[in-house]
């Protein structure tokens, strides 16, 4: 496609042109208004200005328009200025060059009928420049987007801000279990508490807020309660446990075999090697039952009953720990 | 036919009798004596005793007949040392399972079981719940259950033995002396 010739600057007779508009007020006139035509324009035409007793003016660069580009190459008339629409960068230069007149006092421009034929300017090197890198930097934006997305979607909630606060903690209570007495709850002792550590200097300001938010140290605790969780949080080792569990075993054969004193020193056993799994206590509560130690038996059961809070057969124990209790009074 | 045709004749005739003279003659396979019919492997019976502080009225009469429970094809019948209830927890298996009764079989080395349970309503409902079971461990099936409920303990006590014998008929029979 060629350009069009540029139109020289001659008088032209006030001839009626297209796209005459009467005079606006000259309040609705700031500059120029613009005004695409809706019908199909005519093929590109040079532009030109045409005021009341001024010579016109052609439009500076008038170029054809790329056919990639049907809202712009075609010839649009411009009544006034208007801000040139977002999607015509192309032809906003023309546009530009149009608007960029300074606006004349309203009561000198009675009438503006300007007709322009706008066809994008072809990008020069600098613009094709500029637009790749704002391509560019757009695509790079948009990856960052999705993969900040995608990061966020997958880490894990935000912890909320945490408060490091210095508290001065409570001294420390060791509760040692004794190694399993015959049928014997764990015998606790509480080992001597370590001095007190020395009174910290009071927080202040921000220190304080945080402090007041802290949590508290928990109340003492009875010793025999520590002791039992302690050997709930205590957990014993592989070794231990499965000889435990195979000195259970011994106790179930000779429970089975009538020998219930033997049952009940395996059973033993098994809770000194693991006393915090309640099956010894269970075994040694069978054992002293059918050995007629109902005291031991209850006792036993009573810690079965404390350390194994979802076992399935709590209920059947309950319920035997029950018939003895009765069957003792 | 000519005289050569003959010779031949009578050649392949010969060549096929003196093969089938040379023939090994097939042996005769003679059956090993049948074996004489192997004894039944004994049938072990252990019945497990009711405990006494679930109702000691009750268990004394029901233990009674448990030790006198006679069944078909059992061979030796003995005491198991604990109940059924104690046996379960033991083994860690408290459901009412053929499963579950499997395991207390073989824990306590029998092939039948034999055993009762005393269930009461509840504290303020006197009536009480007596069930009986024959159980076949190697099968894994209970062979005989019946249940009945009494007004309270007392009539199960009395309405023990008719229970019994209701449930386990004439398959089963109820006598003998406690071993």
Known sequence: ???????????????????????????????????????????????????????????????????????????????????????????????????????????????????????????????????????????????????????????????????????????????????????AEPVAEAAPAPPAAKPQPRPKGRRLAREAVAPRPEPRQPIRKLALATAKKEKPAAGDREAARAAYERGNSLLFSGDAGGAASAYREAVRLAPADPVGYRGLGLASEKEGKTNDAITAFVSYLKLSRHAHDREVIARRLSRLTHARK | MTRADGLRLLGLLATFATACATAKPVPVVHAPPAPLKAAPPPVRLAWMPLETTVSPEVASTVNQRLAGLAVAGVTDKFQAPVSMEMAQLAIECIERTPACYGKVGRSVGADRLAWAEVARASKRDASVTLRVSLFDVGGGTLVRQGARTFPNAKAARDGAAALFDGTFGAAVASAGPAR
């Open chain 1, 1 to 183: 496609m060629s350009a069009p010739p540029k139109l020289p600057l001659a008088p032209r007779p006030a001839a009626p042109t297209m796209n005459r508009l009467p005079a606006r007020p000259a309040s609705t006139l700031p500059g120029i208004t613009a005004a695409a035509s809706p019908a199909p324009a005519p093929p590109p035409a040079p532009a030109r200005a045409t005021m009341p007793g001024h010579a016109q003016v052609a439009a500076p660069a008038v170029r054809p328009a790329p056919a990639a580009s049907p809202q712009l190459g075609h010839a649009a008339t411009l009544v006034a200025t208007a801000p040139a629409p977002p999607a015509a960068a192309p032809g906003a230069t023309a546009l530009a060059t149009v608007s960029t007149t300074p606006p004349r006092p309203a009561q000198n421009v009675p009438a503006v009928d300007v007709d322009v034929t706008i066809e994008p300017a072809a990008p020069s090197d600098k613009q094709r420049r500029a637009i790749v890198i704002a391509a560019g930097a757009a695509v790079g934006i948009v990856i960052a987007l999705v993969v900040g997305l995608r990061a966020g979607r997958h880490a894990a909630p935000a912890a909320p801000p945490a408060v490091a606060v210095a508290v001065p903690s409570p001294p420390p209570v060791v509760a040692v279990i004794a190694p399993a007495p015959p049928a």
